[in-house]
């Protein structure tokens, strides 16, 4: 394979990834909230116990805390009957048992209130549609004294393939704790992202410049190795300005555009993987065994992941642990981005940072007010509409590849009914990421030993990450990241130039070599 044709391939996929930073939404910091009330039916039968989802509403007869606390009912199966006229059943079979009916034909205060005039204890209704909240109007919820709830429909016919016809139940809500250990999950892949990714950025840079030094044997230039550099301030107007036209047509045709970011995302994430392994086998020195110039090494791990990829593709539908995939190939996405996307000195970051700070802003807080819904496009986006083959209830967090998901780890009756997630948007890793990066090479420029610039990035993103999630701890909602983190990283890269009274360089950055891989011309 030849250097211009190699050139070509991975300029390619260096657009490739660039596309899915322009469609992949800076998407605010926040949980995947579960709109409905959700509890635990626990069924036993003396030797076996089974949970499953439920929805209840409060405004009914509140449910027990904890299943120590539940009454606990035998279970009487009445789902040939939608109990919409009390006639239809016997009192006394149901007098002092839990009742099970079908949804349908009547409100649910109707069913409530007849299955409490039988001597019902708990009515469950059995659903075949998404399970919504209970409700009806204020003026009945006084006169129902027992506990209502949905369950789905599916869940009744395994408990009865399961437990026969000896059923008890018992009914619970746990209390919803606000603080999860998903939030330190999050927190320790964005950091340790925007690390990596920014040491790598700087590592290249080194090699780069000790390749090119006199008796160093020539090396590649920037544009050989397949790396982008933003140095022009009309890129970068261009570059926000067709991400905002992206995330426009996303939420306009959803059910196509959709599809296409799948592809994308299954194309470029095993790009980066690829280039994340093959970094890590260098470094720690496995060699390449050679067959007609092809590295079986590189076949290997080409074949490694295409595969993850792939599987990530068919099973992106599979919440309970395709998560852990997504996140993988995410981390890769970003890494292997913040070493080839390079900014070529500090007025570029502040520009496209302070750019991407609106624009994030704009579409989580101002958008919401030209929405029919009253929901952000930002939002819309990342959680994704009803849409054909992509279809998620309000419950299920859409398995777009934007965001980085964690499951919270103590929502035991939520995730029960559909995992809940806390997530965190590519963005708002790679667009701080890139200024780390900067700082990362600019501590190479200068011949900083210490780290100064690359360290103190570091931690300005930690200290706003850490904002981030205190404002969303104590507001209750989730926050647009970038609203806390490009303030934090450019004040401190800023403030220590200036103290190190290095700020002109560091605004101007460093010019370098760009030579064409079809010519020998070589441009500064």
Known sequence: ????????????????QVTLVFIAPQQALCWVVITCQEAILHISNGGTEREYCIVHNHSWTPLATSLDDAKQYPLVTMTSTVLCNASEITPDVVKGKALVVMRGDCDFSQKALNAQNLGATTLLIASNKSLITPSANDSEYSKVQIPLALM??????EAQQ????????????????????????????SIVTVVLGGYWSGACERDRLNSCAPGGGGGESKAESGELSLY??????????????????????????????????CLASASALFSCFDAVMDKIGCGTLRNCNISVRSLILAAVCITIAVIWGVYRNEERWIWILQDLLGIA??????????????????????LLLVYDVFFVFITPFFTKNGVSIMVQVALGP??????????????LPVVMRVPRF??????????????????????????VAYCSRFDVWINSSKKIYFV?????????????????????????????????????SAVVAGCRGEIKQFWSGTTYRVRRPETTEITY
């Open 456 to 492: 103190s990035c570091c931690i300005a993103y930690l200290l706003g990450m850490i904002l981030t999630f205190a404002v969303m701890l104590l507001s209750g909602m989730g926050q647009p990241a970038l609203l806390y983190l490009v303030p934090f990283t450019l004040i401190t």
């Open 333 to 354: 996405f970003c890494l292997n981005f913040m070493k080839t996307i390079s900014l070529s000195n500090f007025k570029i970051c502040v520009i496209l940072l302070s």
């Open 232 to 265: 022009s301030p009309l890129k970068v107007v261009i570059f926000v300005a067709f991400m905002c036209g992206m995330l426009v047509l996303m939420y306009f045709f959803y059910n196509v555009l959709v599809y296409v970011i799948i592809a994308i995302f």
């Open 410 to 435: 103590s929502a035991w009756a939520q995730n029960l009914c559909g995992m809940q997630f806390s997530i965190l948007g590519y963005g708002d890793i790679i667009v701080p990421g890139l200024l």
């Open 1 to 16: 394979m030849s250097s211009a044709t190699l050139f070509r391939l991975l300029k390619v996929l260096r657009c490739v």
């Open 152 to 157: 789905r429909y599916r869940d009744f016919l």
């Open 386 to 399: 009803d849409a054909s083959g992509e279809k998620v209830s309000p419950a299920v967090l859409l398995p």
């Open 162 to 189: 399961v437990f026969g016809k000896e059923m008890q139940v018992r009914l619970y809500a746990p209390p919803h704790s606000k603080i999860d250990p998903s939030i330190a999950v999050i927190l320790l892949i």
